[in-house]
């Protein structure tokens, strides 16, 4: 069974406050952003279709919260703490029947273009590979989302497999970064992030659409 460090429920970096889901308004969050046409362009399960839609998959997040001790943040801006703009960080799922950390982000459209998935990228490494010690992250996207695309190359994810996902359309694209790579350098500096080390539990995936959007 893998073994790992876990994520504290509060992090930040040098702009986002990084927390785990876990206050009662953040299941509207969730629906006014996994609701928005906008930020299901790529997506082809589209958005969410109302509370109760939210309520279940904010409820599976938690559940990966609980079983494995670390899962997707709630992101604020430092100066408005209390506003949700997006969701994103890692959460486990099988590819090719093996349980691996997937990169997932979304954001409020008017918080697209100002570096913020990148910087939730960034973070995201760091404590994948400096503080949880896995070996590697991933990320699914769709071939046409290519500003998912450009900024995961930015960041220094490595585009390696295809993955059938949705029967009779493109299969979408398996990203990479090895804790090899990482280490080596092949990401521009990454943030300065003070996490503790804690114990770990069994490790459990969480079963859900690909989010598929990196804004």
């Known amino acids: 069974m893998m073994q790992i460090n876990s994520l504290p429920p509060y ?66 801006l430092l100066e408005e703490p209390d506003y949700i703009i997006g969701f994103g960080g890692l959460q486990f799922r099988e590819l090719n029947s093996v349980l691996v950390p997937e990169l997932q982000g979304r954001f409020r459209p008017a918080y697209w273009r100002k570096g913020y998935a990148t910087e939730l990228a960034l973070t995201t490494f760091d404590v994948a590979f400096n503080q949880m010690s896995l070996p590697r992250v991933v990320c699914i996207i769709r071939p046409a989302n290519q500003p998912s695309r450009k900024m995961l190359s930015r960041v220094g994810m490595r585009l390696v497999s295809n993955l059938e996902e949705y029967a009779g359309q493109s299969p979408s694209l398996v990203y990479e970064l090895g804790a090899d790579d990482h280490h080596a350098g092949a990401l521009p500096a990454t943030l300065q992030i003070n996490l503790p080390t804690l114990g770990s539990e069994g490790l459990r995936p969480i079963v859900q659409p690909n989010p598929g959007l990196l804004s």
């Open 11 to 76: 992090t930040r970096s040098t702009r986002l406050l990084l927390r785990a889901p876990t206050r009662p308004g953040d299941t509207q969050a969730l629906l006014d952003i996994y609701g928005d046409l906008a930020t299901n362009l790529f997506n082809p399960s589209g958005p969410i279709r109302g509370l109760q839609e939210a309520e279940t998959l904010i409820s599976s997040w938690r559940q990966h919260w609980a079983d494995n001790r670390f899962g997707l943040w709630a992101v604020s």
